[in-house]
């Protein structure tokens, strides 16, 4: 898998109505939305938006998803998804509506 370190994050926000509008409220005006992943079989709202600085945030980390967790892959099945597909990245089991998602955190 491609493993992701930059100055970028990537929060993932659900369906892709109004996606460039909600990324944008959501991290300000010099993030962008974009509905390219199709991981989930329908369009998923991607939102990338700039790493905030060590002084603004101690941990300096970025948010994004690996999949879904299921009762084939728990949270530890998660958490290793996560470090696979960024660089130091853990993971756990989050529900967003009628999913449960396995959500990513890794430094940027």
């Known amino acids: 898998m491609n493993q992701t370190r930059a100055n970028i994050c ?14 944008k409220s959501k991290h300000g005006p010099s993030s962008q ?12 709202c ?3 938006y700039q790493c905030e600085q060590p002084s603004l945030t101690p941990l300096n980390t970025c948010n994004g998803v690996a ?3 299921s009762l084939r892959c728990p949270e530890k099945c998660c958490d290793i998804n996560c470090a696979l597909k ?3 990245g853990s993971g756990f089991c989050n529900t967003l509506g009628y999913s449960n998602v396995c959500q990513c955190s890794y430094p940027c």
């Open 67 to 69: 999949g879904l967790c």
């Open 33 to 44: 939305g974009d509905c390219s992943d199709r991981s989930m079989g329908v369009p998923l």
């Open 46 to 48: 991607r939102c990338h």
């Open 10 to 23: 990537v929060d993932g926000l659900g369906t892709c109505k109004n996606c460039d509008q909600r990324c």
């Open 86 to 88: 960024y660089i130091s």
